[in-house]
């Protein structure tokens, strides 16, 4: 890769983590659910593997909204943390592949989810949006998800 190709992938991965996985990392923690979909395009298509589902953000929104609202009236709390596998960016799209941790406290018990999540992402109006994220609980494990390059490890995939 040359270094012109490299400066300009770790500027976009970088502008992925500002405008993409600081802020769902944060909305996620303060179920936040406006905030949270904030950072998916209008027009998203979210399909879960585990589930055998697509559809399309309206009833996202809705699904994570009620979510959240029943996580906050519970007292429970949740915390997401990432990992990457693959970050390929390229102007105006993206995609990445990667382990997500997710860390609930339920009834005043700590529990750990892991998940593959694949995001296809697009620049809308200067900002970075996902437009397809696809999830999966099919072989992530701790293994794996501390196998994965942390976030602001951007050199990882811009060398």
Request: overall charge negative; glycine content about 10%.
């Amino acid at each position: 890769m040359g270094e012109n190709r490299e400066v300009a992938t770790a500027t976009s991965l970088r502008g992925l983590n500002h405008d993409v996985w600081e802020p769902f990392r944060s909305a996620y923690g303060r179920l936040d659910a406006a905030g949270f979909m904030a950072v998916h395009g209008p027009d998203l298509i979210r399909a879960e593997g585990a589930a055998k589902r697509v559809r399309g953000r309206a009833e996202y929104a809705t699904e994570i909204a009620e979510w959240f609202a029943r996580v906050a009236a519970s007292g429970d709390s949740l915390g997401i943390a990432f990992r990457f596998l693959e970050r390929l960016a390229d102007g105006d799209a993206a995609s990445e592949r990667g382990i997500y941790r997710i860390d609930a406290v339920r009834a005043g018990a700590p529990k750990v989810f892991y998940g593959r999540f694949h995001v296809f992402c697009r620049r809308i109006d200067g900002r970075w949006r996902i437009v397809v994220d696809y999830d999966d609980e099919e072989g992530a494990t701790e293994e794996v998800f501390a196998s994965g390059a942390a976030m602001d490890d951007v050199t990882a995939f811009s060398e």
